[in-house]
């Protein structure tokens, strides 16, 4: 049972809301994914989309920069360490007060007073000290005995309940993953081959079960007497069988198959895709930890550096029946039951027969409670800034291993008396002024806010300002006029008491207006087509807002020269153009050159004192309704010519047509049709029949104009 952590839950939501008349903005929370993207303390976020005071949990220290593998033997809970490759063991019923330490992972300052700073302290002490980087596999042999694996390497070593280390065995492998006793056979997942290794429980007989394509088994599970094995760097899912290919059960969208675990009824992968699709489960491991000893250098990180390796996870369930049938991980559903963007998932942990499943994350060192797809809280936010592993103790107490520095918790240690939740950073796109703040909840509730330039706080920021609150109907109600205007906001609410809770939170802010910016203005010619030219044309223009505010548009033309005074309104009487285009009658106008004005405001998201605009005129627009001229007809042999010209423009084309017939193209004299005058000729088929036949000519301007003569003729 998870016990009092299993009441541990959280609900958020950090959302620019739309844009309001005076170009205020609504930041809110009340969503438990995006409440998710905070960090607390002694907090619940539960799946409801509350914040509640919960637990806090009880941390030990160990040696090295990670606690990376985690085990629960009949002695007690071992955990295995990076870089110092050893083996720690919590010891039973031991604790001490906390000691006052600044947090491993950048997060917000403590609050004086916060639940933290009683956390109690586990007591840890060191079983054995191994060759190696990384203790990544652990399992309990029958008479108590410890098999481990470490990285990198195929060596695998027994340790006593005294701490002796001896040779088991040696794979021919370079990593090891995961270990698990299996129908008297001691199981091991390895890389870079795909393969799962056969050993005897004397650590002798050693063969290969799986060998597949893929190049590292990540995972293991027993599903009765039958294995699978999650693998990488193609996320999928194999059953063991006696082909040493072993069954495709199913194939992930996704990069690995990071752990796997069993409900009462199904069966959950853990599933990561990470954002340079080439990255091995080994490199992934070594980002992790911010070490390259992993990859044959010598210890090497920054515990200040940058976060874990940029990925996205899932957590995948499909249900296999009362009795386990395996074969229907080939044909259910997987349904997804959390999705995480900027998490890389690091172990599940199946805890009742319920399916309550625990998730660690590689971000912000974040536990998960998930019991379906709607059932999702967060129940534990760790110090440090991975949590690595999660494993049960010998009394059911949950225990998690964490990264940078290396720590392990056990979950809901103690009653929080007091909680703190604090919120992403907000980007408000530009320097902004604050406005009210309003907290729904219950209970005491205090708040503290800062601002600053830079997306994460430094010493740029201000200090954290206490914000008064007062009760207005359902909610707090506090302001935050008093901070500087700057582009990030940062929020931290204190729950003062075991029953106080916080539902929602709403910050209200207003960014500097920036003006739209016109980029272009177009005008389209009339289109030539066989039928009339139309009298209206379309006025384009590309626009951009800057500050995604909502604008409206004021459309003008003038004669090109004219002054200011002669510019003339094309908006439709009494509306307003929030389209980016207009259609345009130019059947008003004499013909003419003249150019069009387009001027943009942001009135309806700032209101017409706030309002900022920009105008932009396009280039020269000819208005030609002339139509063009045909000189008279002159007639030699089987030629007919004469000269068609526009006193305006160019003439475009000049067709033909005889005795009613399909009008045909005439050639132009020159070649081409460029110019305002264009002479041009109809030849005459050669076998045209005597008599007299009416030859019909139209030529046609750039605007779509025509005109017509006719001429007979006689064979």
């Known amino acids: 049972m998870l016990g009092p952590t299993a009441l541990l839950a959280c609900t958020a939501l950090l959302l620019p809301g739309p844009a309001t008349a005076g170009g205020t903005r609504t930041w809110t929370i009340s969503d438990q994914a995006e409440f998710d993207k905070g960090d607390t303390s002694g907090a619940a976020i539960e799946s409801s989309g509350r914040v509640t005071v919960g637990f806090v949990p009880a941390r030990g220290e160990v040696p090295g920069t990670s606690a990376f593998s985690c085990l629960s033997t009949k002695s007690g809970t071992l955990i295995g360490t990076a870089d110092a490759a050893t083996i720690q063991r919590i010891v039973p019923g031991k604790r001490r007060r906390a000691d006052r330490k600044p947090k491993a992972k950048a997060k917000a300052p403590e609050t004086e007073g916060t639940s933290e700073d009683d956390m109690p302290r586990l007591v840890v002490e060191q079983v054995a000290k191994l060759e190696g980087v990384v203790v990544s596999a652990m399992v309990e042999l029958k008479g108590g005995d410890i098999v481990a694996a470490t990285l990198p390497g195929g060596k695998l070593v027994r340790v006593d309940r005294k701490g002796k280390v001896t040779p088991f065995a040696t794979l021919e492998v370079e990593q090891i993953w995961a270990l698990l006793l299996h129908e008297g056979r001691l199981i091991a997942a390895t890389g870079p081959k795909g393969e799962v290794w056969s050993l005897s429980l004397a650590g002798k007989d050693a063969k290969v079960l799986l060998d597949v394509d893929e190049k590292d088994v990540m995972a293991l599970a027993a599903v009765g007497k039958q294995l699978v094995a999650g693998v990488a760097p193609q996320a999928k899912l194999y059953r063991v069988t006696d082909k040493p290919e072993g069954e495709l059960l199913f194939d992930f969208s996704g990069d690995e198959v990071r752990a796997l675990a069993l409900t009462k009824n199904g069966l959950v992968a853990a599933v990561n895709t990470f954002a340079d699709r080439k990255l091995s489960s080994l490199d992934a491991l070594t980002k992790t930890l911010e070490r390259t000893s992993l990859v044959g250098q010598a210890p090497a990180g920054n515990l200040d550096g940058e976060r874990s390796i940029q990925a996205s996870g899932r957590i995948y369930h499909v249900d296999l029946g009362p009795k386990r049938d395996l074969d229907r991980a080939l044909e259910a559903p997987w349904e997804t039951w959390l999705d995480r963007d900027k998490q890389y998932f690091t172990g599940v942990l199946a805890l009742d027969e319920v399916g309550t499943v625990l998730v660690s994350t590689s971000d912000d060192a974040k536990v998960y409670r998930v019991r379906g797809p709607r059932d999702v809280a967060t129940i534990a936010d760790l110090e440090e800034r991975q949590a690595t592993a999660l494993c049960t103790g010998p009394k059911g107490e949950v225990i998690a291993a964490a990264a940078h520095g290396a720590a392990v918790y056990e979950l809901g240690a103690a009653a929080a008396t007091k909680a703190r939740y604090v919120s992403d950073v907000l980007d408000t796109s530009q320097p902004a002024g604050f406005g009210s703040v309003r907290l729904r909840g219950d209970g005491p509730l205090t708040l503290r806010a800062r601002s600053g330039p830079s997306p994460e706080p ?70 030539i087509d066989e039928g009339e030219t139309d009298p209206k044309v379309t006025i384009s223009w590309k626009v951009d807002a800057r500050d995604d505010d909502d604008l409206m548009y004021d459309v003008r033309v003038r004669p090109e020269g004219s002054g200011e005074d002669a510019w003339m309104g094309l ?41 900022r605009t920009d105008e932009l005129i396009s280039p020269p627009f000819v208005v ?43 050639s132009a004299a020159d070649g081409l049709y460029d110019s305002g005058s264009e002479a041009f000729e109809v030849v005459l088929p050669a076998d045209l029949a005597k008599g007299s036949h009416r030859v019909v000519m139209r030529a046609r301007d750039g605007f779509g104009n025509t005109t017509s003569v006719a001429v007979i003729v006689k064979r």
């Open 624 to 666: 030609d309704r002339q139509r063009p001229a045909i000189s008279t007809p002159t007639i030699s042999g089987d030629r007919v010519k004469a000269v068609a010209s526009d006193a305006s423009g160019h003439i475009h084309d000049v067709s033909y047509g005889l005795d009613g017939g399909p009008m045909r193209a005439a």
């Open 458 to 527: 430094d010493k740029r920021w201000t200090d954290w300002k206490n914000i008064a609150l007062v009760r207005e109907s359902t909610a707090w109600r506090g302001n935050l006029a008093a901070l500087p205007h700057r582009r990030y906001l940062q929020l931290e609410i204190v729950l003062g008491a075991p029953d106080a809770e916080l539902r929602e939170v709403a910050a209200f802010y207003a960014p500097e207006n920036l003006a739209p910016m016109l980029t272009r203005v177009e005008v389209d010619r009339p289109g």
């Open 571 to 611: 908006n439709p009487e009494g509306e307003l153009v929030t389209k980016r285009e207009l259609k345009w009658d130019i059947s008003s106008v004499p013909d003419g050159v003249y150019e069009v004005e387009v001027v943009a405001s942001d009135e309806p998201t700032n209101g017409t004192a706030k309002a």
